[in-house]
């Protein structure tokens, strides 16, 4: 018996040695973490992480945030075509008003008494210096023609 007592006491001291050891070389913890995060990056690569039931139950989300992400990703360019096409009928816009301004002060500029005055002159019209007169018309004489 005293042979199986030693022998308990050497395990024991060996167990213990090895409890202690990785205290003392507890300080590096980050090669753990960092052989944690290069595992799971190489599962993401390999595709081995899909068969996660994890995984597999968050699928129909995962996919409806991406069609929600195409949606949205859409929309905006669809907006910033609408933002283009009013832009450029705006500037089309202040164009035609600028457009309409010039001949309307064109129209009036030409419409003065005295510019139509000059306009018919090489036609041998001459403006009227009488003033024009009222003629007055009896019903008899026209019910009787």
């Known amino acids: 018996m005293a042979n199986k007592f030693k022998e308990i006491q050497v395990e024991?001291?060996?167990?213990?040695?090895q409890v202690e050891k990785p205290k003392a070389q507890a300080k590096p913890t980050s090669p753990k973490k960092k052989s944690g995060v290069v595992k799971s990056l190489n599962s993401v690569f390999s595709g081995t992480f899909l068969s996660n039931d994890f995984v597999l139950k968050r699928i129909p989300f995962v996919l409806f945030l991406s069609v929600v992400a195409v949606f949205y990703i859409s929309y905006n360019y669809w907006a910033d075509d609408k933002l283009r096409q009013q832009s450029k009928i705006t500037s089309q816009l202040k164009e035609l008003r600028s457009e309409y301004i010039a001949s309307k002060s064109d129209?009036?500029?030409?419409s003065k008494q005295s510019e139509v005055a000059k306009a018919v002159e090489s036609m041998g019209?001459?403006?009227?210096?009488v003033p024009p007169m009222k003629i007055v018309v009896q019903q008899d004489s026209v019910n009787q023609k």
């Open 12 to 17: 024991e001291e060996e167990v213990i040695e």
């Open 107 to 110: 129209l009036m500029f030409v």
């Open 125 to 129: 019209l001459k403006e009227p210096v």
